[in-house]
Nanobody, 124 residues
């Protein structure tokens, strides 16, 4: 069964950090670009970051640039999103997704397989 499972979300105070994980099963993650997206209540899902399947190239949304780092460990079939200096506006459900493109970008339409999401809440 092809599956992505996110973990690592939770409640954190303003300025805190979290590391989200995205574990793949049923397929080798190293052939896919990985994207992280988030959706806050009442808002559309938006791209946060992505990492290529080939050379590790990355993209970040302007809203998180400098505070977030995406990475992948193909040996563990897992991708990560390290988030620092968290703000209340980062509160959302975070999703990881896999794309057959080399670098999927931050457009949800480029992604084929999605996880169920993990809640991140930042309190002020």
């Amino acid at each position: 069964q092809v599956q992505l499972v996110e973990s690592g979300g939770g409640l954190v105070q303003l300025g805190g950090s979290l590391r989200l994980s995205c574990a793949a099963s049923g397929f080798p993650l190293d052939y896919y670009a990985i994207g992280w997206f988030r959706q806050a209540p009442g808002k559309e899902r938006e791209g946060v970051s992505c990492i290529s399947s080939s050379d590790g190239s990355t993209l970040y949304a302007d809203s998180v640039k400098g505070r977030v780092t995406i990475s992948r460990d193909n040996a563990k079939n897992t991708a990560y999103l390290q988030m620092n200096s968290l703000k209340p506006e980062d509160t959302a459900v975070y999703y990881c997704a896999a794309s057959g493109l080399v670098l999927g970008g931050l457009n949800i339409l480029e992604y084929d397989c999605w996880g169920q999401g993990t809640q991140v809440t930042v309190s002020s």
